[in-house]
């Protein structure tokens, strides 16, 4: 694949972090998915995050798994640690990292897919592992990668570009999350950037695993079967020498409402998605009416969005395992291998 370099001149008067840097010095590569795809909103809204909080962009390490949402690393921080893992194995990556290193600061990208079917073991246990990281998971109900089948997050009654209806009920990240003692659960959508950054500011201050639920739409898998201008009734009335696809361009959707306040957004197939802003009277730190709300709100046909929950008391993987305050890469290798006779010491006291 052959990736196009942003140009390296930058503006005198870009405004300037507590480091001396831009934001443009946290962008990455040009992106390559579809014009007006959420995830890239996303990716701009992490930008103006590690920008904000001041992060040396060789202090972070970015992973993920497979899906569109792993192209995402790519096109942020580009002089950061990155790894692209197997599909659903990202959370695994991130603990090992962060068991050896824990003074690097984790972020990773996941998607529905990625996150909710094959990785879905591995989501959990880093969950109840309390992984010091940021966890922002892609949501989008569909694979893209592979034209748009439903993902374990689609809801029921959503129609698949071939038509088909959706009668299984999804996996919702958030409830999953709850359910499982996460100690930071949120959720954003790509459109509301002035909702997004904050919320992904906390999330890379929180020690423990921050999960950050980002509702995405997928611009290029909204068309169904029905449609005249739809891609399967195009490909089926035409007479083409080659089978490809077109991907229009569409507009970025975006939103701005008060908290407490539902907004109704139109997305490109017509259908409407109504986000509900937490009250500014909701309490975070009460993991059990946090879960009914968000249960509430999917009862009334609303997706809730803002800081969901936050358990100030938990302890990350860290602090419950006991582990020594100096990274193990900085150990000295006589510390980390004892020797043999040690090692025997170690085993006689289990006998």
């Not at 920008?51 to 497979?66: C, E, M, N, T």
């Not at 249960?295 to 993987?317: I, K, N, Y």
């Amino acid at each position: 694949m052959t990736h196009i370099e942003k140009p390296r001149v930058h503006h005198p008067a870009l405004e300037q972090n507590e480091l001396g840097l831009t934001r443009r010095d946290y962008e990455g590569r040009m992106s390559t998915l579809c014009a007006g795809c959420g995830h890239d909103s996303v990716t701009a809204a992490i930008i103006e995050t590690f920008w904000k909080l001041s992060v040396p962009p060789h202090r972070v390490a970015k992973l993920s798994g497979i899906g569109c949402s792993a192209k995402t690393p790519t096109y942020f921080v580009k002089e950061a640690h990155g790894f692209n893992a197997v599909h659903g194995r990202m959370p695994s990556l991130v603990t090992g990292g962060n068991a050896a290193n824990r003074d690097l600061v984790y972020i990773g990208i996941s998607g529905d897919g990625d996150s909710l079917s094959i990785g879905l073991g591995q989501l959990c246990h880093a969950i109840r592992r309390n992984v010091d990281m940021l966890y922002v998971l892609e949501n989008n109900g569909v694979y893209g990668l592979t034209k748009g089948q439903f993902s374990a997050s689609a809801d029921v009654g959503s129609v698949a570009k071939t038509g088909e209806v959706n009668r299984q009920r999804p996996i919702d990240p958030v409830l999953l999350a709850l359910s499982l003692g996460a100690s930071f659960v949120a959720r954003g959508f790509s459109g509301d950037k002035a909702q997004l950054v904050p919320i992904l500011e906390a999330g890379l201050r929180h020690r423990g695993l921050a999960l950050v639920d980002v509702i995405s739409p997928c611009v290029t898998f909204n068309d169904h079967e029905g449609s005249t201008k739809s891609y399967r009734y195009t490909r089926e009335h035409e007479v083409e020498a080659v089978e490809a696809d077109f991907v229009p361009l569409r507009r970025e959707l975006t939103a701005e409402y008060e908290a407490g306040d539902v907004r109704e957004v139109a997305m490109h197939d017509g259908s409407v998605v109504r986000f509900r802003k937490v009250p500014a009277h909701y309490d975070p730190t009460d993991r059990d009416a946090a879960y009914a709300y968000v249960r509430g709100r999917q009862e009334a046909g609303e997706v809730p969005t803002g800081l969901l929950h936050l358990d100030p008391t938990g302890q990350d993987m860290h602090r419950a395992l006991g582990t020594v305050e100096t990274p193990l890469v900085d150990l000295p290798f006589e510390a980390l291998c004892p020797g043999r006779d040690k090692l025997a010491e170690i085993l006689a006291a289990f006998r």
